[in-house]
């Protein structure tokens, strides 16, 4: 019997974050979904700073003056709005994935990017206006 001629089998490796940023170009949809972890990841990691900036808030009318002091800081009003932005994309997607869940036809490719577009546009102006009030242009 003559030898089946065997093919060399493909393989499979993982890939490191640095590829799936720099080699591979994701959708729209792709990018959003990296972005709405990342962001619900700054939310857990800041969870501790921003309830003890709640709590100092809440204390007393004089921790409440040192609070208004400490976010006059430019590096604490960047740090904040950073927090915000995480906030309001992570709060945009997440409201993305619940009509995602409630109806299958924004499952689509089309659908998809779509969507993708309108958490960007709405989070972006939320956080824009925020950036404004946190500033002082109003």
């Known amino acids: ?3 089946a001629v065997k093919k060399p089998r493909p393989e499979f490796r993982n890939i490191g974050i640095g ?3 720099t080699a591979y ?3 729209l949809a ?4 990296i972005l709405h972890r990342a962001s619900g990841l700054l939310l857990f990691v800041f969870l501790p700073f921003l309830l003890y900036l709640f709590d100092q808030s809440l204390t007393s009318e004089l921790s409440f003056d040192v609070f208004k002091g400490f976010l006059s ?3 604490v009003k960047l740090i904040t709005l950073v927090l915000a932005w995480a906030f309001l994309f992570h709060f945009c997607a997440g409201i993305r994935h619940l009509f995602m869940d409630a109806s299958h036809g924004l499952t689509t490719k089309e659908k998809g990017k779509q969507t993708s577009i309108v958490v960007l ?3 972006s102006l ?3 206006a ?3 009030k946190l500033f002082g242009a109003f």
């Open 73 to 75: 800081n430019i590096i």
């Open 30 to 33: 792709g990018r959003v979904s």
């Open 121 to 123: 546009a709405v989070s």
């Open 25 to 27: 170009r994701l959708p």
């Open 1 to 3: 019997m003559a030898e």
């Open 130 to 132: 925020f950036a404004l």
């Open 19 to 21: 590829q799936i940023l």
């Open 126 to 128: 939320l956080t824009i």
